[in-house]
């Protein structure tokens, strides 16, 4: 994977093969961030990055002066590969090896965005559990949104927060918003 802009743009980062992933490719990566750019302005931006694998979107985040990262994930080898290349690029990312829905349960803290990248074969509740949590137990700042990451076989647009969805490839992210 790349970094694809901001003060590290270019950079390749290699995950080791052993983890559990499927990072977002670099195509809808720019794609979001495109979008994004068009809304937020990044520097001091809180940001959570649930289900954070690689930390691919994290990185993304911090190369372009993030504030406040944290990335979740429940796998013990993501979350210390994350660590690992926070400290050696000295970035604002804090980790949490978490169950994500636990972790939205008892976080006390509000964020500007919510990126969730969950497993493709997520069944539809487990998707929209998702937003209940982040709306119920208001975790978005003023203006914030929660992108979530999906195949282009789930249809996310029956929550009533959600507000629009962009497709890339076989990827799709839908955007909800209070």
Same mark, same amino acid.
């Given at each position: 994977?790349?970094?694809? *802009?901001?003060?590290? /743009?270019?950079k390749r980062i290699t995950a080791p093969k052993k983890l559990p992933?499927?990072?977002? =490719? ?16 990044f520097d001091g931006l809180k940001v959570l990055d649930l289900f954070?694998? =690689? ?8 190369? @372009? ?18 660590? /690992? ?9 804090? =980790? ?8 939205? +349960? ?16 997520? $069944? ?11 709306? +119920? @137990?208001?975790?978005?700042?003023? $203006? ?12 996310? *647009?029956?929550?009533?927060?959600? *507000? ?9 992210? *839908?955007?909800?918003?209070?």
């Amino acid at each position: 994977m790349r970094i694809i *802009s901001g003060k590290y /743009k270019g950079k390749r980062i290699t995950a080791p093969k052993k983890l559990p992933v499927r990072p977002t =490719t670099d195509m809808a990566k720019e794609g979001l961030f495109n979008i994004l750019n068009n809304r937020f302005y990044f520097d001091g931006l809180k940001v959570l990055d649930l289900f954070s694998g =690689t930390g691919n979107i994290s990185f993304e985040f911090a190369s @372009r002066d993030a504030g406040e990262i944290m990335a979740v994930d429940s796998f013990a080898g993501c979350v210390h590969f994350i660590s /690992k290349m926070t400290k050696e690029m000295d970035l604002p990312i804090t =980790t949490a090896k978490s169950d994500v829905f636990k972790f939205l +349960e008892r976080s006390p803290e509000k964020f500007n965005i919510v990126f969730a990248d969950p497993p493709y074969n997520f $069944d539809q509740n487990q998707f929209l559990k998702i937003p209940d949590l982040v709306f +119920e @137990r208001e975790l978005l700042l003023d $203006d914030g949104l929660l992108i979530i990451e999906h195949s282009d076989k789930t249809d996310l *647009s029956q929550h009533p927060k959600f *507000s629009e969805s962009r497709k890339y490839g076989g990827s799709v992210f *839908s955007f909800f918003e209070a």
